[in-house]
């Protein structure tokens, strides 16, 4: 199984998404082939992706050195 984030285009009244190229020769996807998919809105930035990550303590912080 392969995990990739693509665009969605209409064409028509549907809309489709495009199989990447690598991802495709990876899962040995071809022209006419039956695909499963699972479809989930991608989130347009990454806020609050990792909820449970705390912030840094001040010894964990990096020190900047010139």
């Known amino acids: 199984?392969?995990?990739?984030?693509?665009k969605t285009r209409r064409i028509?009244?549907?809309?489709?998404?495009?199989i990447p190229?690598?991802?495709?020769?990876?899962e040995g996807i071809?022209?006419?082939?039956f695909?499963?998919?699972?479809?989930?809105k991608a989130k347009s930035d990454?806020?609050?992706a990792f909820p449970k990550l705390r912030k840094f303590s001040?010894?964990?912080e990096l020190d900047v050195h010139d």
Do not use: L, P, Q, Y
Request: avoid cysteine; charge should be negative.
């Open 30 to 33: 071809g022209e006419n082939d």
């Open 12 to 18: 028509g009244g549907s809309i489709v998404v495009r």
């Open 46 to 48: 990454w806020f609050g």
């Open 21 to 26: 190229k690598d991802v495709a020769a990876k």
């Open 35 to 40: 695909v499963e998919i699972d479809v989930k």
């Open 58 to 60: 001040h010894a964990e």
């Open 1 to 6: 199984m392969s995990r990739t984030i693509v």
